[in-house]
Structure formats: C-alpha cells, structure tokens
C-alpha cells in the first residue's frame, strides 16, 4: 500500500488535473457490431413459439406449474471482434482444449517474429469470438487476451476488443489500455484525461507515474518537484527509468541515446515529448507497439523513426504506407538523385533503399521505372527485406504492363507478384516470358526458377511432373550438396501442403547424408502440437504453430518445424495460414 502522505499528494495532483478537463467519456470506437455469441432476442419469452396474429390473448392469469425459461449467462470471455466469415477462428475453436494449457500458450505467443502471416494468426486468435476453453484458471480469459494483444503490438484492437464487453472499458485494464494506446500515439490531452480519472479509482503506481508526466505536460513544475521527491524518499515506485526522464524533463535537460531494460509506453511518450532519442541499441529489444509509437513520433530523429519503422512494417504492426513516408522524407542531393543506381550500391541500409524509393516514384517512364524496381528488389533479396520492397513498390509493379521491350523484366516482376499474392497479374507476365521463351534464354530461366512459388502459392495437389523435371535440370548447375539442400527443402514443403509428389523424386536424394543436423522443437510440445491437430483442436492447434515457429519466424525455422506446422495448420482448416507460412519460408530461403 503506498504511504498516506503520498497518496494524499497524488490525490491533490489527481484532482487539479481533472480541473479544467472535460467530464469524461470512454472513447468511441469504430468497429463492427460486438459479437456477444447469444441467441437472438424474441417478442416472447426465450423459448416460447410467439401468438398467432388473429388468435385471441387469453386474460386468464399463468397457472403455478407454467416454465418460464430464461436467457443463459452472459459470457464476457467470449466476446470478440472476428466471427468465422470475417477471419475468426470459428466458435468451436476452444473445444476440447484445457484452460490452464490455452492460457499458458497464449501468455508465451512470441511477439516479435518478423512474420507477417504469423503477426495475422495470432491476432485473429485473440480478436476471435469464441466460449473461453473449458476449465478453471485464475484470472480473466478477456482480459489475458487484450493484455496479449498489447504485447503483439496491436493496442488500437485492445481498446475495441475491450469496447465489446459491457462495462470492460471502465476498468483498470481498459483505462490503462486506452491511456497507453494514446501515450503511443502522442496524443497526451487525451492520454491525461484517461489519467486523472484512472488515478482516483485505481491504487496503482502507473497512475502516480502517468500523473506526475501530465503535471509535467502541464506546466505544474513545483508539484512535479514535490511528487518525485517523495517517490524516491518513500521508496513507493520502483522506476528509476521513470525517475530520471521526469527529472531530466523538469529540468530542462536533453534527453538523448535513452534507454531502459523494460522499457514501456510512459518512458517512450517522455523521450517523444522531450524531442529526445532512444539508444539505437534499444531498438533491437523493443516490443512491438514501442517500435511503431517509434516510427510515428514526429519529435524523435528521422533515422531512429526509420530503422523502427522497417522492423514494425515487418512484423505486421505498422502499415507499409508509413514506412513509405518516411523513406520519402530522407533528403538526398541533387547528385544522389542523378545517379541513384550507383549512389544507392554505394550506401549502406536504410538511406540506400530510402534513395530507390524516392527514385521509383519520380520515374514516368516504365523502361526507367522497371530497372530501378528490379534493382531494388535485388538488393531487398540480398539483405533480407524482400517481402518489405514488394509491399512497399506493389502499385508501381501493377501498373507497368507486359511489354516485349520488358521481357527481361518478366522474371522480376513475376516473382514479386506471385510473393504478394497477385496471381492474375504474374500469370501476365509469365505469358509475356514464355512468349520470348524461345528467343530468350533468360525468359525462359524465368519460368524454371520461378515454378516452385507458384505451386506453393496456388497449386497442388497435383504437380506439374514436366515442370519439376525441368526445375530439378536447372537446379543441377549448383554444387550437389546445395542442389539436394534445397531440394529437400522444397519437397519438404509440398508434402507438407498436402500435394503428390513422385516417390522417384525423393529417391533422388537418398544417396546423401543418411542424417542432418536440424533444430526441432522441445519433445513435449511436439506432441502437444500432434495431439492437437490429431483431435482437431483448431485454436490449441494454432497457437502451438507458432510457439514452435518462435521469434526466428518462417525464415528461421528448419524443414521438419515447417512441415509440422504447415501440415498440423492444414488439419484444422487453416489452409490458407498454412501457404502463408510456407511462402514466407521459401522466399526467405532464396527461391
């Protein structure tokens, strides 16, 4: 319990920020209608078949031995914002899963996986309206899920989650939900007014902290001076994080290279108010919604925002148009401009793909266009950012049309839209290079090398026997031993996704090593993941996959992780997460 003296200092600074703020409202959001998972109301009782129009109300009074039924509780745990038509899991996803396990899985989900297809699972498990696991377990199911979504970085859909629970909102964890979600998004008038409310119902050091940083804000030097002094004399706060931004603030000092080992949305909102800077080596330990708070607050240097900008978009936390933004706000000289194919090679990181950016966009003719764009999408594939270029050079790729002076282009283009699921417009392309095909021996490498994403993304079960001879020909101008790596990789995958692959095939690869060394999950939740999916366990099923997939995500995952996952996802129904995941693995592992 925090000393009385404290608490009646914090009182007193709780009650002169709420002078002069509005009475406050839960913020409304915007969202689809709750899905509360109850029948649907009737002009009658529950249960009863209601009267005839013309049949005559009877004013006899109810006899003693008539039943009346009633609704059944209200389950707060299962609301949700996703049903199974919008990308939820389905009502049934809990069924036959214990509690305690759900739980546990949900509290280890990894957050920071630079996966895409995982960010989406995960999210769409918690945003999932559904009857909570059977079981008992200390706590409550709803808020376990919002608490994880803020750790996956996905404040906003915290608040809407919590918004569809009746009376949720005004809790401890909703009030601090939607203070934090507007400390991240530097919206401080809204965060202090959530403060001076949370503070007088709630007994917790977060709203003594908060307070003092809106008293700050606020002008009310000589009560912060006061507040922080009987926090480190009285010991009540254990922050020194905390402590030395407030002190630094109030002070007038220059707030720069911060960081904190646990570091949360209070410390960032100070160092953004500041116009302070984080340590760049703080941003490799970030979580999430830190990273994007990060890439959007204006007062923070632009090359900070930038390199948690690029990590945020490769989550699935930030969108890819604010990431554009900021590589748009790079200045370049006139000179970096004029040669930026050379100048780009010639830089290092995010300013060399900031450059490519401004250049493709400046471009109007699509000869121009399209070799910057295969330039950059190289050099993206190079370092590891490739899915991050498609995503982010997608419009300009769509609107250059198939061209015969472009067939060198084919190859290019074609890969990048089958990697961003734009199928009918690389089937154009691919058109355009078996066209040329004949004439042009790269086209028609183009077609070879780019077959295996193509079945992975939209083929299956059958495979194309001339295509695979083909690719495996191709695939023999490499060394043997990295020809049957990636063999076995691809034909790992396939498998996994359900297709006839020819034995013949893998009979090709048996004289190589009879053992490999690979990285497999912990023996208990192997099986777990096995049982799970044995038994149709659709969520358990789900959040084991990516336990087992982990922070490394796709691109770090070996061969049987991948197929266990791919295939246990497709036992379940989750088809089109189980593609997802395997492409994401094939491009990360260069095809």
């Given amino acids: 319990m925090i000393a009385s003296?404290?608490?009646?200092?914090?009182?007193?600074?709780?009650l002169a920020l709420l002078c002069g703020i509005p009475a406050f409202a839960p913020a409304q959001v915007e969202t689809s209608e709750p899905i509360l998972l109850l029948p649907p109301a009737t002009d009658g009782l529950a249960g009863e078949e209601p009267a005839a129009p013309d049949e005559p109300v009877s004013e006899t009074p109810l006899a003693p031995s008539v039943e009346i039924e009633t609704l059944p509780a209200f389950d707060i745990d299962a609301v949700g914002l996703l049903d199974s038509d919008h990308g939820g899991l389905g009502p049934y996803m809990w069924e036959g899963s214990r509690r305690t396990r759900v739980v546990e899985f949900i509290r280890r989900l990894p957050a920071s996986a630079?996966?895409?297809?995982?960010?989406?699972l995960g999210v769409r498990i918690l945003l999932s309206a559904a009857p909570s696991p059977a079981g008992e377990s200390a706590g409550s199911f709803l808020d376990l899920r919002v608490e994880t979504l803020m750790a996956l970085g996905e404040h906003e859909k915290a608040v809407e989650l919590l918004g569809a629970a009746p009376g949720r909102d005004s809790s401890q964890l909703g009030l601090r939900v939607q203070t934090e979600t507007r400390l991240l998004g530097a919206d401080l008038t809204g965060a202090c007014e959530r403060v001076a409310h949370g503070g007088q119902k709630f007994d917790d050091p977060f709203w003594q902290k908060a307070a003092i940083f809106c008293q700050i804000v606020a002008g009310q030097t000589e009560a912060v001076a006061l507040g922080l002094s009987l926090l480190v004399e009285e010991?009540?706060?254990?922050?020194?994080?905390f402590t030395e931004l407030a002190y630094a603030l109030i002070g007038g000092q220059r707030v720069s290279d911060f960081a904190a080992p646990n570091m949360m949305p209070l410390h960032l909102a100070m160092v953004g108010y500041a116009e302070g800077s984080v340590a760049p080596s703080a941003l490799a330990a970030m979580p999430p919604a830190l990273l994007k708070a990060t890439a959007l607050w204006p007062g923070i240097p632009l090359e900070l925002r930038l390199i948690a900008a690029e990590r945020a978009e490769a989550m699935g936390v930030l969108e890819t148009a604010a990431l554009g933004d900021l590589y748009a706000a790079v200045e370049f000289s006139a000179e970096d401009l004029a040669n930026p194919l050379t100048r780009a090679?010639?830089?290092?990181?995010?300013?060399?793909r900031a450059l490519l950016y401004q250049v493709v966009r400046a471009q109007s003719r699509p000869i121009e266009r399209a070799e910057i764009l295969e330039r950059a999408l190289a050099i993206a594939?190079?370092?590891?950012?490739?899915?991050?270029?498609?995503?982010?050079?997608?419009?300009y790729l769509l609107a250059i049309e198939p061209a015969g002076e472009l067939a060198w282009f084919a190859g290019a283009v074609a890969r990048a839209l089958v990697a961003a699921g734009r199928h009918e417009s690389a089937n154009a392309w691919f058109?355009?290079?078996?066209?040329q095909a004949a004439?042009?021996?790269e086209a028609a490498r183009a077609i070879v090398e780019l077959w295996p994403l193509t079945a992975l993304a939209n083929g299956g079960p059958e495979l194309d026997r001339a295509m695979l001879s083909s690719w495996w020909n191709a695939e023999g101008e490499r060394p043997d031993l990295e020809r049957r790596v990636r063999a076995g990789f691809l034909f790992t995958l396939f498998d996994a996704l359900g297709f006839n692959l020819p034995e013949d095939y893998w009979d090709s690869l048996l004289s190589g090593p009879a053992r490999e060394t690979k990285t497999v999950p912990a023996p208990a939740m192997w099986q777990a993941l096995g049982r799970a999916a044995a038994n149709l366990r659709r969520g358990e099923t789900a959040l084991i996959s990516l336990l087992?997939?982990?922070?490394?995500?796709?691109?770090?995952?070996?061969?049987p992780v991948l197929a266990a996952v791919t295939s246990s996802l497709r036992m379940v129904g989750l088809e089109a997460d189980a593609r997802a995941i395997a492409m994401e693995a094939a491009l990360a592992a260069g095809f």
Avoid: C, K, T
């Fill in 431 to 435: 058109g355009l290079a078996r066209q």
């Fill in 345 to 352: 090679s010639e830089m290092v990181g995010v300013e060399g």
């Fill in 5 to 14: 003296r404290s608490r009646a200092l914090f009182g007193a600074a709780l």
């Fill in 439 to 441: 004439r042009d021996p």
């Fill in 235 to 241: 010991g009540s706060v254990e922050d020194p994080a």
């Fill in 381 to 395: 594939r190079a370092e590891g950012r490739y899915g991050a270029a498609v995503r982010l050079d997608l419009d």
């Fill in 114 to 120: 630079s996966s895409i297809a995982m960010h989406d």
């Fill in 548 to 559: 087992v997939l982990g922070n490394g995500g796709p691109a770090a995952a070996d061969e």
